[in-house]
């Protein structure tokens, strides 16, 4: 339930369709061979990702 409303944020801040920011997300993890968003996020950090959210 969590990961459906965080997805449902993304969507309506970038003013897209829920199914696009989750077809996103799973090619993303896909690509990365990720099973979690805490994959994800050990991913980004040991890459040195930074976010430039506001």
Do not use: G
């Amino acid at each position: 339930m969590l990961k459906a409303i965080a997805v449902k944020k993304i969507a309506r801040k970038l003013n897209i369709s829920f199914y696009t920011v989750k077809s996103h997300r799973e090619h993303i993890f896909e690509k990365l061979s990720l099973h979690s968003v805490s994959d994800l996020t050990r991913y980004a950090y040991s890459n040195e990702y930074e976010t430039k959210a506001k």
